[in-house]
């Protein structure tokens, strides 16, 4: 497993989007990615991530990108595959990157479920320093004072022992792909980086962004399927 870049910015932030609970990552870095016009600059190679390309729209999509918008100064790590397994060894890549790179801050992207639907959705925060705290303090996110964090976020969290980790988390009472909580996302994102980026569009165009994530994913699965299925005839 390693990190592949052709161009390493300077002390970027980094904001990592791994599929989870409501895939808020995975459709928050995607609308990020296009609404910023970033360029991909690498990839995270893992020997046990299927060899799969998808094609959308004439062009490839990365298992794991690595983006960059140059104007904000941010590496978007965005993935449209299953990591499951590979948790503890992503997440010291994501930190292998950001020391590479000399990163200001970790940003992670989560949904967490709730089980009742209502019509505004909430939005916490959690980090492991003083000056992103301060940050989500001044527009009145509460913090997440108890919760369980699972996944690629929950490795960099107890690895990051010299290294700035801030996580968004919002509510998304749907396994399915909610772009609603990830417009959610990108709004937190955007009063937390100054970013001067609406999230309205992201609401608007949620079947796009939904069912492109949902298809690629669901086509990630029956890929990782068929390598294990291959994998099985060899040794049996």
């Not at 009742?116 to 000056?131: D, G, K, L």
Request: some cysteine; aromatic content about 6%; glycine content about 6%.
């Amino acid at each position: 497993m390693r990190i592949v870049l052709k161009k390493k910015p300077k002390n970027p932030t980094i904001i990592e989007g791994f599929p989870g609970f409501g895939l808020v990552g995975t459709i928050s870095t995607e609308y990020l990615i296009n609404e910023l016009n970033a360029k991909l600059i690498g990839s995270i190679h893992a020997e046990d991530i299927p060899p799969m390309v998808a094609i959308h729209d004439n062009k490839i999509v990365q298992p794991v990108g690595i983006y960059y918008a140059e104007k904000q100064n941010l590496v978007i790590l965005h993935v449209m595959t299953n990591v499951k397994g590979l948790e503890w060894e992503i997440g010291e890549l994501v930190l292998e990157l950001a020391k590479q790179l000399d990163a200001k801050d970790i940003v992670a992207i989560e949904g967490v479920g709730t089980p009742i639907p209502t019509e505004n959705i909430e939005a916490y925060f959690y980090s492991t320093n003083e000056a992103g705290k301060k940050k989500f303090e001044s527009f009145k996110l509460p913090p997440l004072k108890e919760g369980i964090i699972l996944g690629v976020t929950a490795t960099l969290l107890l690895q990051s022992e010299d290294r700035a980790v801030s996580c968004i988390f919002v509510e998304t009472h749907s396994s399915l792909p909610d772009s609603k909580a990830a417009a959610k996302a990108i709004e937190v994102l955007d009063k937390y980086l100054g970013l001067k980026i609406a999230y309205e569009p992201l609401v608007k165009q949620a079947e796009k962004f939904e069912s492109k994530v949902k298809g690629i994913m669901e086509k990630s699965s029956v890929a990782t399927e068929e390598q294990k299925k291959k994998t099985l005839s060899y040794v049996g």
